[in-house]
């Protein structure tokens, strides 16, 4: 019996985490087919991985990707995921998810899919079956598992600025809208607790979704509703309690009373005066999981994130934030609360680097930090970074610093990234235009090299972090790991060069030091080519 490929002589890192050992790999019709010593094998095709390493393909656990898979040039975009050794990534987090579209909240998807991508999405579907079907009848770059959001599921019933809880009829209608996309192949529930509709749910709301998750045996993920020590999110005092461990106690009894596996969202702390409360925070998982709850958390290997520009204000705006931003008593008013909050924080407007502004007249400012933009402008800075959100429409998108650190400071991102409960993951938007996060190109480069030389954690226990250990939190027994019956999916690295090249300054260059990508079998990265035009991925149905 012979193979379509064999890697031979390579040191192979399972993903298991153990030890690396010396093995060929042999993939035929796409699926692992043997390990061990192969040199008797025939084989259509053999890669000399002497002096190289082999190791799974790298899960991103967290990603926005899935808003892109609907164009049919997504192979191209999706370059930098791939050339970092992506072969698989899970799509519908913070509570955003493309399906299911009702009248309701058809527009507020089309508009909202701006912030993710280049341009409005066009909904060719309405339920999550039918969207899982168009990704799959189109084809996809690399393998795609998808949740579903509870804000778009709420929108869909109640509208997506709505404050009021929904009453037991609009419950039941949720209720039919996410069952429908459980069986249709959705491997869990997402929230996005800091974004409208999710910032106005309550416990008990959140507790049913978390119910449905457990019914059907899949992952609750959560965007927390607070990553900073205060938060306009909460009215009680920060000093007794502070905002970011109030919004993990919140996750977590919600988990415990839904019954569901949570997955805490990119564990962050933003602004100097939460990089502190890390070690609470961390505790109070750990206690939570001793206690029962089956909890974990995923994180990005960088101290800045992307997201919206209007994450910065508190619920009670939302539903009118256009008009208070164009009002200047308002303005004031919002300007002098935020300055005494930001105070607290250890963080500003001056820490937010601008992705795109989306707005025609302000995207010349992207890449620049916002109060660089406002002094070319000539504006205030909260008049600008105002005038910015509405013109965008709230979809102008942002960098912010000071997430668990600091270039001369990493003290909390580094605790977070080497707990045994973490798993690496991207959380980034990707696009042609505008200025892009550094996270898109280099995430597990970087884990795999800075980290691992730095000695937070072992090169095997690097990959375990974002092959084995993702795997097992999704459930899945074909993929994440080097073993015969699994998906050929597979990366080979040359350890004396491996190193991320983006930066903050610079996103967009691709790491050196993963020669190969394979997908499926599909040989997708081969040194400097790169093979946009395959749709190698799988659709992963739960």
């Known amino acids: 019996m012979g193979c379509d490929l064999k890697l031979s002589g390579g040191d192979v890192i399972d993903g298991t985490g153990v030890a690396a050992y010396r093995a060929d790999v042999a993939i035929a019709n796409g699926v692992i087919s043997a390990v061990g010593d192969l040199a008797d094998l ?3 095709e053999t890669l000399d991985c002497t002096g190289k390493v082999i190791t799974p393909g790298f899960i991103d656990i967290h990603s926005h990707g899935d808003w892109l898979v609907p164009s049919p040039t997504h192979g191209a975009l999706f370059e930098p995921f791939i050339r970092q050794g992506m072969t698989s990534f899970v799509g519908g987090n913070c509570g955003f ?47 795609v598992a998808q949740l579903v959001g509870h804000g778009v599921v709420r929108a869909a019933v109640t509208g997506a600025l709505t404050m009021d809880a929904p009453s037991d009829d609009e419950l039941s209608e949720m209720e039919r809208l996410t069952r429908e996309a459980l069986e249709a192949g959705c491997i869990g529930i997402s929230t996005g607790l800091g974004y409208p509709p999710g910032i106005f749910a309550e416990e008990p709301e959140l507790a049913i979704f978390a119910s449905w998750a457990a019914r059907e045996g899949k992952l609750f993920t959560s965007h ?5 020590w205060a938060s306009g999110v909460y009215k009680s005092d920060p000093s007794v309690l502070p905002h970011n461990l109030q919004a993990i106690e919140e996750i977590i009894r919600v988990a415990r009373e839904g019954g569901a596996r949570l997955q805490i969202s990119h564990l962050i702390f933003v602004g100097r005066e939460t990089w502190p409360t890390y070690g609470d925070a961390l505790e109070m998982i750990e206690r939570a999981r001793s206690s029962g709850v089956d909890v974990a958390f995923d994180a990005f290997p960088y101290t800045a994130g992307n997201t919206t520009a209007s994450v910065l204000f508190p619920p009670e705006l939302l539903p009118n934030l256009e008009a208070v931003l164009q009002n200047k008593e308002q303005m004031a008013g919002l300007r002098a609360f935020a300055d005494v909050v930001f105070a607290q924080l250890g963080f500003g407007l001056e820490d937010i680097q601008i992705m795109t502004a989306n707005a025609p007249e302000l995207d010349q400012y992207d890449g620049l930090f916002v109060d660089e933009a406002a002094k070319r402008a000539g504006m205030d800075i909260w008049d600008f970074y105002g005038r910015m959100v509405v013109d965008s429409n709230r979809n102008a998108r942002v960098l912010i610093h000071k997430y668990s650190g600091a270039p001369d400071d990493e003290e909390a991102l580094r605790a977070v990234l080497a707990h045994p409960l973490c798993t690496v993951e991207t959380d980034t938007m990707l696009t042609r235009q505008g200025h892009q996060n550094p996270a898109s190109y280099g995430t597990f480069p970087r884990a795999l090299s800075t980290y691992v030389r730095e000695g937070l954690f072992s ?10 250990a993702s795997a097992d939190r999704l459930d899945w027994t074909d993929r994440g790991w080097v073993r015969e019956g699994c998906a050929g999916d597979l990366v080979v690295l040359d350890l004396g060069t491996l190193r991320d090249m983006a930066t903050f300054e610079e996103p967009t260059r691709f790491p050196v030091g993963v020669d190969h990508v394979f997908i499926n079998g599909r ?15 799988q659709l992963l149905r739960a």
Do not use: C
């Not at 912030?115 to 084809?139: A, V």
């Not at 927390?224 to 900073?228: F, I, R, T």
């Open 97 to 143: 998810s493309p399906a299911p579209v009702t009248d309701l909240n058809r527009a507020s998807i089309h508009e909202g899919s701006r912030l993710q991508s280049d341009t409005p999405i066009g909904l060719e579907w309405e339920t999550m079956g039918e969207f899982l079907d168009h990704l799959e009848q189109r084809g996809i770059a690399l393998n």
């Open 224 to 228: 927390l509703k607070a990553y900073s």
């Open 42 to 44: 025939e084989a259509r």
């Open 523 to 537: 040989h997708i990265v081969n040194g400097e080519r790169y093979d946009s035009e395959a749709r190698a991925g």
């Open 459 to 468: 090169l095997e226990e690097a990959v375990f972090r974002m092959t084995g």
